[in-house]
């Protein structure tokens, strides 16, 4: 399992101290993060383990949400900053999923 930190660094002080951590993101490697613009509690993971998921980092012991839909490593996830509903994510499967969070859909192929 993998854990996430962020750090807050300030120069005055020339220290680094963890602002919050998440404990078991995903079973394999985290490859991206995305805060939603709107609602900066809320974070969506990328990892190898075909899953997107979404914390809010006030209670990050478990995820909102995990999303599948993908068959191969998760290489990016972002929010759109419009309409922070819909995510992105795209995959090494290739794979670009565009996904409304609350209906869980719409999967498009990318064209090869």
Known sequence: HFSLFFFRCTCE?????VSFSIK???????????????????LATAGDDCCIRFWDIRSPDTPLLQMGG???WVWSVRYNHS??????????????????????????????
């Open 13 to 17: 002080i020339r220290v680094c101290r």
């Open 24 to 42: 078991k993101v995903h079973d394999t490697a985290v490859r991206d993060a995305d805060f939603n613009p709107n609602k900066q509690y809320y």
């Open 70 to 72: 993908h068959t191969h």
């Open 83 to 112: 309409h922070d509903q819909l995510v992105l994510s795209a995959s090494s499967d290739n794979l670009v999923c565009t996904r409304r969070i609350s209906s869980r859909r719409a999967c498009l192929h990318t064209p090869t």
